[in-house]
């Protein structure tokens, strides 16, 4: 069974957009983060379909240089997270003024 480039580039878009419209709407933080990760992933996915359409290896190794970014991002994100519903008693965005003047 062959699965052509415009169905894991569909796909790909498809996430992005769910990605997209999770944090413009949601208002918890993790849920956001969530989202983030939702539209990284579909960054690996279009890279990795175009490295395999291409037959290149440069797609897939970026893919994992990705990985490790959001890995990181989640962990710190997690962390800033985690601070400020100690300070704040909440993870909804719109009740988070910390930077207000």
């Known amino acids: 069974m062959f699965i052509d480039l415009h169905t894991y580039l569909g796909l790909s878009a ?12 949601r208002r918890n933080v993790i849920i956001v983060f969530m989202c983030i990760e939702l ?3 579909s960054v690996n996915l279009t ?11 440069t797609g897939q190794v970026l893919v994992f240089f990705v990985m490790a970014v959001a890995a990181a991002e989640a962990a710190v994100g997690l962390a800033i ?13 719109d009740e988070i003024n910390i930077l207000k003047w």
Do not use: C, E, H, P
């Open 14 to 25: 498809m996430l992005f957009v769910i990605g997209v419209a999770g944090v413009l709407v």
């Open 81 to 93: 997270v985690i601070a400020l519903f100690r300070n704040k008693k909440t993870v909804n965005i």
């Open 47 to 57: 890279l990795a379909a175009f490295s395999s359409y291409l037959g290149d290896q």
């Open 39 to 41: 539209m990284l992933n």
